[in-house]
């Protein structure tokens, strides 16, 4: 299937999991575990986890519903924000209403930004 790689890196206010590649039916479920251990691994609540897909060139509605399914399975008092680079993938996560399960920026220095100051609401709209 499509190469995918994730990244960690952890940043004070934040832990930053960096996506790049492709998101297709071949690795969705891939992204998800891969998600699942790093969450699982986190020491300290409430924590924020910034999701980057900016290195993301192929995201299909595979990659949504790994969205879906990685939100429903982290723990209620994690905050995950969401660096959605391109406008399609913006509008992608809006007109399915994934985007309400997520704060979606812009770019990634926003939402860690964002994170430092604690703020929930100050996504892109």
């Known amino acids: 299937g499509p190469l995918l790689a994730v ?10 999991v960096q996506v790049r590649g492709e998101i297709d039916l071949s690795n969705a479920r ?3 575990a891969t998600f699942g251990s790093i969450v699982a691994g986190l020491r300290s ?11 993301v060139t192929f995201f299909s509605a595979a990659g949504l519903s790994a969205l879906v ?11 995950l ?4 680079a391109t406008r399609t993938l913006r509008r992608l996560l ?7 399960q997520f704060v979606v920026h812009a770019c990634l220095e926003e939402a860690l930004d964002a994170a430092a100051r604690g703020g929930e609401q100050e996504g892109a709209r």
């Open 30 to 32: 891939e992204l998800e």
């Open 7 to 16: 990244a960690v890196e952890d940043h004070d206010a934040a832990t930053l």
């Open 69 to 79: 399914r990685i939100r429903q399975g982290s723990p209620g008092h994690l905050t």
């Open 81 to 84: 924000r969401v660096v959605a």
């Open 94 to 100: 809006e007109i399915t209403d994934v985007g309400e």
């Open 45 to 55: 609540a409430p924590r924020v986890v910034v999701i980057d897909l900016s290195g």
